[in-house]
């Protein structure tokens, strides 16, 4: 009887250790998983400023190369962004670019893809370079409904992205980036799907524009982590 107790404590005392043994496992699981995850937040988040501050670097200097060479342009000065009105660059309701058109992509290129591809660190966090064409709400005669003038609308901002493009490729930029430019560009009509609005009406002249934009990669989370896992 002695030695039956004796062996059922025993055997408590195993099962005990045994639900101790993986507690203490889990615990120890869980807090190398916070830990990771904190060491990759932290470098998400540092890769993220860093990406910001690079492009806020690059605008400063696309503007002030702008202003030095005299090109009147609407630049956003985080992003780079440029805004150019129609008025630069087509006759009214054209997509052919005007010989003034032609004149100012001839001095505005240059400085824009120098700029961007001259930053090793900026075209690294590069998906693409945009050209959309925007148009205003304004109808044309003959079009009866209101898909019908956006789907015209969407032609002739298609249209005019790609002369934009297509003309791009003529100016004198640094020929050394063509190749990473020809597999960035891209061409979007966007219709008049966003109007520049003034206090709450669209203003035509300033929502028929072509715009250069950069889209930037996303960093994907689990990509930082497990990059993090690596390096432990």
Do not use: C
């Amino acid at each position: 009887m002695g030695l039956m107790v004796k062996r059922k404590i025993q055997e408590e005392d195993n099962g005990n250790i045994f639900w101790v043994t993986m507690a203490d496992l889990l615990l120890g699981l869980a807090i190398i998983f916070m830990t990771l995850f904190v060491l990759a937040m932290t470098g998400f988040t540092q890769q993220k400023l860093e990406q910001k501050q690079t492009q806020i670097e690059a605008s400063k200097e696309l503007i002030k190369e702008l202003k030095e060479a005299k090109i009147d342009a609407q630049v956003d000065g985080v992003t780079g962004d440029i805004k150019i009105s129609d008025l630069e660059l087509f006759e009214l309701n054209s997509y052919t670019l005007s010989p003034k058109g032609k004149a100012y992509l001839d001095k505005l290129m240059p400085i824009y893809i120098n700029n961007i591809f001259s930053r090793k660190e900026l075209v690294e966090s590069i998906e693409n370079l945009v050209i959309q064409g925007h148009t205003d709400s304004q109808s044309y005669a003959g079009l009866k409904t209101k898909d019908e003038q956006y789907m015209r609308n969407m032609t002739l901002s298609l249209q005019r992205a790609n002369s934009v493009a297509e003309y791009m490729f003529k100016t004198n930029y640094d020929k050394k980036y063509s190749e990473d430019l020809r597999k960035l560009v891209i061409v979007e009509g966007k219709s008049f799907s966003e109007p520049i609005l003034t206090n709450g009406k669209e203003d035509f002249a300033k929502s028929r524009r072509v715009e250069l934009r950069l889209k930037v990669k996303k960093t994907d989370i689990a990509d930082v982590f497990f990059h993090g896992v690596q390096h432990l």
